[in-house]
């Protein structure tokens, strides 16, 4: 988790400097090379946070086809976490809570750098123990949980305090 901070600055400069609308063409009919469109074929990971300001913007479609990449290209956990979200709450696309709950799972059990995975481990957690796009296991849920606990994710460790006692 030692690079989030870095992270959210490289964030919040996308937001100072972000780029024009896909939606933004030129006389020719081509987009701007400065649009979140022209990141989804970029080979380049900082690409992935490009995903995040689309879809903060409401470029939907540029954000997934930026995740997906991303998830494919580089195996980022960082957008597991951020395509899962847009498929839990169908913004953009429709809902599915179990394509999410997957990328999640996905996510969880990948070992990222970054500390990402412990995030996913949280959230793949608590989908499992609600039953949120999978049959509901406490055990396994508890067993999730704890592990992101004791990587540092202090939701996870909140989370587990707040489950009735067996």
């Known amino acids: 988790m030692k690079y989030i901070p870095t992270v959210i600055?490289?964030?919040s400069l996308l937001f100072t400097i972000r780029p024009v609308s896909a939606q933004h063409e030129d006389d020719s009919g081509n987009t701007s090379e400065l649009s979140y469109e022209s990141f989804v074929g970029s080979t380049k990971p900082i690409k992935c946070l490009y995903g995040y300001a689309a879809e903060k913007v409401g470029d939907h479609?540029?954000?997934i086809a930026i995740f997906e990449d991303c998830i494919e290209r580089f195996n980022?956990?960082?957008?597991?976490?951020?395509l899962a979200q847009i498929y839990d709450t169908g913004v953009g696309v429709p809902r599915d809570e179990k394509k999410a709950?997957?990328?999640l799972k996905r996510g969880a059990m990948t070992n990222d750098e970054a500390?990402?995975?412990a995030l996913a481990q949280y959230h793949y957690g608590v989908a499992l123990i609600e039953g949120k796009g999978t049959r509901a296991d406490h055990s396994a849920g508890v067993a999730?949980?704890?592990k992101a606990s004791e990587a540092g994710v202090q939701e996870a460790t909140d989370y587990l305090s707040s489950l009735p006692s067996s």
């Open 61 to 63: 479609d540029a954000a």
């Open 101 to 103: 709950t997957a990328l």
């Open 9 to 11: 600055a490289a964030i």
């Open 115 to 117: 500390g990402y995975s």
């Open 76 to 82: 980022s956990v960082y957008s597991m976490i951020w």
């Open 144 to 146: 999730w949980l704890t």
